[in-house]
Structures are given as C-alpha cells and as structure tokens.
Nanobody
Framework: QVQLVESGGGLVQAGGSLRLSCAAS????????MNWYRQAPGKQRELVAG???????NYADSVKGRFTISRDNAKNTVYLQMNSLKPEDTAVYYC??????????????????WGQGTQVTVSS
C-alpha cells in the first residue's frame, strides 16, 4: 500500500513564506502526476499546483508568481514553496498523487492517493 505524508504547514504572517513537503512511501514503482490541493473553511477543495513526472507544471491563477511546485523523483517527494503569503491562502493543504504500485491483490496499477492534509494559516 501507499501513504502520502505532508509536513511544513503552520502559522505565518502575511508576506511570509512556508515550504510544504509530501513524501510517498510504500509499494511504489513510479509516480506520475503529483499535485497540491487546498480547502478553506466553507469552500470546495481546489487545485493549487501540479507537476508531471517530467517536471511540467501548472498553477492556479491565484498563486502564479508566488508559489513554486517541485519534485524529487528519487525521493518520491513533492514540494510547494509558498512566498508572499496572503490571508486568503489560509486552508488545509493536501497532497495528491497518481502512483503505480501494488494494489495488495497481486496486481500493479495506477491508483490515486491523498495525504492527510496540513494546515496553513496566514495572519493579517
């Protein structure tokens, strides 16, 4: 089985920076897309940034120029560098990944996994 574990969240003042990390572990052959989502209270979960295995990236308009997504394929880890943080960035941030691994029933296939989430709070 596969687990995604996020770290790096916390409380920061507006204008500050945080770096989130998400490490995948378990029965992994490779990882395709890795993404960061966020969900603020009372709002739907939204895609913040994504990165392919070959390092193609995409960002939500609201974070372009402030956030940078990166990955280390050797470590099965994705990062989100968040600069110039705003109070509206406050949310629970979730890691998401398409992982090629064992399904526990003798087959190898792609499955989508989520981390448990990490809280980011930006004070004004």
């Amino acid at each position: 089985q596969v687990q995604l574990v996020e770290s790096g969240g916390g409380l920061v003042q507006a204008g500050g920076s945080l770096r989130l990390s998400c490490a995948a572990s378990g029965s992994i052959f490779s990882i395709n897309a890795m993404n960061w989502y966020r969900q603020a209270p009372g709002k739907q979960r939204e895609l913040v940034a994504g990165i392919t295995r070959t390092y193609g990236t995409n960002y939500a308009d609201s974070v372009k120029g402030r956030f940078t997504i990166s990955r280390d394929n050797a470590k099965n880890t994705v990062y989100l560098q968040m600069n110039s943080l705003k109070p509206e960035d406050t949310a629970v941030y979730y890691c998401n990944a398409d992982v090629l691994g064992s399904d526990g029933r003798g087959s190898v296939r792609y499955q989508n996994y989520w981390g448990q989430g990490t809280q980011v709070t930006v004070s004004s």
